[in-house]
Structures are given as C-alpha cells and as structure tokens.
C-alpha cells in the first residue's frame, strides 16, 4: 500500500484525538475569553467612553482628554507592549484575540455543519456557494440564517456596551424608554447589520483583503518571530497529503511559509497533521509541523536576537508605565477654573464664570469662597455646588461696577467635604464708576 492509499485510510476525526487537540482548544479558551472579557470590562466600569461629557469611563472615575500623563501613558505601554508581541510571535492577535476571526471561524463551522464544508470556501470572483447535495434542504439553510441574525444581535450590543451605561442598555433591551438616547435603536440596528454581513458574507475576506490591523503586525516580523516549522527530514510522510493545508482558513501551506506570510500562528495546521500522525500506525513520531523561534536549519540563537530586538519595545513599555503612574498619582477627582463670562449671555464685564468639576461619578458637594475682595464688592450666584454624580457647573461671580478703578487680585477657594481643596487666582482690572457729566 503507498502512502497515497494509507493516507486516504485514516479515518479523520479531530475531536476524539486526545492531544492532538490541544492547541486548537487553548485558542478556544483564548478567543471566548477574550469575547468574555470584552463584555466584562464595560458592565464591571473597568473602562467606557462618557459621551455626555466627552471623557473616559474608568472605574467610577472621569478621565478626561486633558489627564495627558493618564491616557498617554496607558497608550505608550499598550502600544509597546503589542510591539513586544508582534516581535516575539507574529499576528497571533489574529488567531487567539481577533473577535472579527472568532466570528468568522464560528460561522465557517456553522456553514460546514449545516450546509457541507465547501459551502465555507469563499472568494472575490462572485464563485456560488457549493452546497453538499444531502444538506442541501430548507430547513438547514433556515436554521443557519436564524442562528447567524441571532448571533449578529447579541454581538452588536456589545460595542453598544462601551458607549452607554449598563443601565440605558438594560431598559432598551427590555423596551423600554431610554430619552438620553433617542438614537440607540438605529445604532444597534446599524452594528446588527455590519455584524450581520460579516458572518454572512465576509468572514475571513476581511482578513485576507481588508485588515490593515494585520499588515501592521507583519511589519513586526523577522526570521527571529514565532512561526511553523516543517520536518524536512520526515517529507516523505506528506506524499499527496493536504491535510494541514486544507486545514489552514488563510490558504496557505504551512510547509512553506515565510517571514511576510499571512500566516497568524493559529496552530490549527500543526493540530492537523498532529492528528493525522497519532491516528495512523504507518507514520512515526509526531506530526512534522510546530512552532518554532528563528532559524534551526543554520542553527542560529532566535531568542539572543529576539530579546535585542524586543529591548526598545520593553524600554518604551516601562516609560509608558511610568507615565501612566504619575498620572494615577496625580490624578484630581475635582477641577476649578475661572474665567471671564463675557460671551455668557446675560453677563458684563465685570461678570467671571467658575467653571468646576466633580470627575467622579457618585454625590459631591463643593464650598466656594473669594479672599481679596470685601463681601459688598463681589456676589456669588452660589457659595455651595452640589452635583448626584460626575458633571461640570458653571458659578457666576458678578463684580460691583463700583470697585475702584485698577487691577484688583482674587482668589476662588474651592473645598470639598472629603477633603480636597484648590485655588484660582485671577486678576481684574476694574474701570471704577462713571462720574455724572464727566
Ligand atoms: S505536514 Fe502533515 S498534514 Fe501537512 S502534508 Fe505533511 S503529513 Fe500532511
Ligand atoms: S499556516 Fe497554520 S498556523 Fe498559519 S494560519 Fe495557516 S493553519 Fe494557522
């Protein structure tokens, strides 16, 4: 019997190999994890975007675009720490993160199950979708439109999830009225239907043509990078087998890839041929593919060159850190801030706007005082600002017309009950009463 017949012999069932599977089902775990993950952190108030205010949801706290050292410094380490992974392992983002692949991968399988495995094989050409004739019924065609709307459904609430409170999300899930957001039915319909034609109609063509997330990653890559390697040396045992090919979503041979290949370290080729050996008797040892660091063949050091590599990502990681830290530390939960109100309606010159902010979202009350002028020179709309959760209020401080002229000097204290305090100073240069007749 050749290799061609014993080949054809195994019987291929993936999920009743012990082992064999372990790859495909850690990225599993990954992927569900992460989709898990990106529904926790909004519902938990780990991070959001307060559209209202135009700031950052995080953990009860505002940050807002001007808390630079913050959001600067949590980019900074993000983006170093993803170069650090795209030198070590390539786009494996795409393979054990990427939601967009998880969705597509779930609706490969869906359309294998239901309507036979070359119904998933889709191209740009326009080419018709080829249906196995035994699934080629009604009823599987409906249970895959359903399951897809239904899936479309439950995923586009998810970005809906980082833009609107838990609670405005709960009532428009159970209809009812939801006015701070007038719009949200036509946002979900809108991200149902993105969703919906990913599923249906793109799947891995976004990745294959569209995603420029993961030519970014490839631009990372060296010979160095975490990649398949194949056993020359046991070549004989791939005679007129495909299997990890045919395995592979992003049309490739894993028997030959390359640094800039489209390649995303999903493993699910080396799962393949790792089956294929631990099922036959004839094939020894494992399967020929693995992943591997740099260049075995010329038996050079991967990891030397990948650490020196990976240096300035982890330089870049640790400042961003750093930054990051300071801004946590220096972090003011209240802001207060005076300025004219010139452009107020309703308001003079001698009119100032105190401008102050409570960047937590529970209960505050903040006490105002003014020193540098007497009480009969200045009123205050209000000494005392009370806000029910985060916001910014606006006090007006209207100065006596009667103030003599000259450049007079203020200052707004501003105190919190649990303990916060700060200072604005302002210079006003007074004009001093109009004399009648003069
Ligand atoms: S590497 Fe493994 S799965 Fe791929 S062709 Fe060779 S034997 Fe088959
Ligand atoms: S070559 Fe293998 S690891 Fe790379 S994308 Fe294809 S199946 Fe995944």
């Known amino acids: 019997?050749?290799?061609?017949?014993?080949?054809?012999?195994?019987?291929?069932?993936?999920?009743?190999?012990?082992?064999?599977?372990?790859?495909?089902?850690?990225?599993?775990?990954?992927?569900?994890?992460?989709?898990?993950?990106?529904?926790?952190?909004?519902?938990?108030?780990?991070?959001?975007?307060?559209?209202?205010?135009?700031?950052?949801?995080?953990?009860?706290?505002?940050?807002?675009?001007?808390?630079?050292?913050?959001?600067?410094?949590?980019?900074?380490?993000?983006?170093?720490?993803?170069?650090?992974?795209?030198?070590?392992?390539?786009a494996v983002f795409c393979g054990w993160v990427c939601p967009q692949n998880t969705l597509s991968e779930w609706a490969n399988n869906m359309t294998s199950k239901l309507l036979g495995r070359r119904a998933i094989m889709m191209d740009v050409t326009g080419k018709k979708m080829q249906v196995a004739i035994r699934k080629d019924i009604w009823l599987n065609k409906l249970t895959l439109g359903i399951s897809f709307l239904l899936v479309s459904m439950l995923f586009a609430i998810i970005p809906l999830l980082y833009f609107f409170s838990p609670e405005m999300i709960g009532a428009f899930l159970t209809f009812q009225d939801v006015p701070d957001a007038k719009n949200l039915l036509w946002i979900y319909v809108v991200c149902t239907l993105v969703v919906l034609v990913d599923v249906?109609?793109?799947?891995?063509?976004?990745?294959?043509?569209?995603?420029?997330?993961?030519?970014?990653?490839?631009?990372?890559?060296?010979?160095?990078?975490?990649?398949?390697?194949?056993?020359?040396?046991?070549?004989?045992?791939?005679?007129?087998?495909?299997?990890?090919?045919?395995?592979?979503?992003?049309?490739?041979?894993?028997?030959?890839?390359?640094?800039?290949?489209?390649?995303?370290?999903?493993?699910?080729c080396v799962a393949a041929c790792d089956t294929l050996h631990s099922k036959s008797k004839k094939m020894d040892g494992p399967g020929l593919l693995s992943f591997s660091f740099g260049q075995e063949k010329e038996g050079k050091n991967g990891l030397t060159s990948l650490l020196s590599r990976t240096r300035a990502a982890s330089v870049g990681a640790m400042i961003g850190a750093i930054w990051f830290s300071v801004g946590i530390v220096g972090y003011q939960p209240y802001v207060l801030l005076a300025d004219r109100a010139e452009l107020l309606q309703g308001t003079t010159a001698n009119d100032y706007r105190i401008n102050v902010s409570n960047k937590r979202y529970r209960a505050a009350d903040m006490q105002l005082e003014i020193e540098g002028l007497k009480e009969s020179e200045y009123t205050l709309d209000s000494s005392m600002v009370r806000w029910q959760t985060a916001g910014r209020k606006d006090v007006i401080m209207h100065i006596s017309p009667t103030l003599d002229k000259g450049l007079h000097r203020f200052t707004v204290h501003a105190r919190t009950s649990d303990g916060w305090r700060d200072d604005f100073t302002v210079y006003h240069y007074a004009q001093g009463m109009m004399k009648a007749g003069s």
């Open 1 to 90: 019997m050749n290799a061609h017949q014993q080949l054809k012999n195994i019987s291929i069932q993936q999920e009743h190999v012990p082992g064999a599977q372990s790859v495909r089902s850690w990225r599993r775990f990954s992927q569900y994890m992460v989709i898990f993950i990106l529904v926790v952190i909004p519902l938990s108030g780990l991070f959001r975007i307060d559209t209202m205010s135009g700031a950052f949801h995080m953990l009860d706290y505002q940050v807002w675009f001007a808390d630079m050292s913050i959001i600067m410094g949590f980019w900074i380490m993000l983006a170093a720490l993803l170069i650090f992974m795209y030198s070590w392992s390539g």
């Open 200 to 268: 249906t109609v793109m799947r891995h063509l976004v990745c294959k043509y569209m995603c420029v997330y993961r030519v970014w990653q490839h631009s990372f890559k060296t010979r160095e990078t975490l990649h398949i390697a194949y056993d020359e040396g046991r070549s004989d045992h791939c005679q007129n087998c495909h299997y990890c090919e045919d395995s592979c979503f992003l049309d490739i041979d894993p028997r030959q890839t390359v640094v800039f290949d489209s390649c995303i370290n999903c493993g699910d």
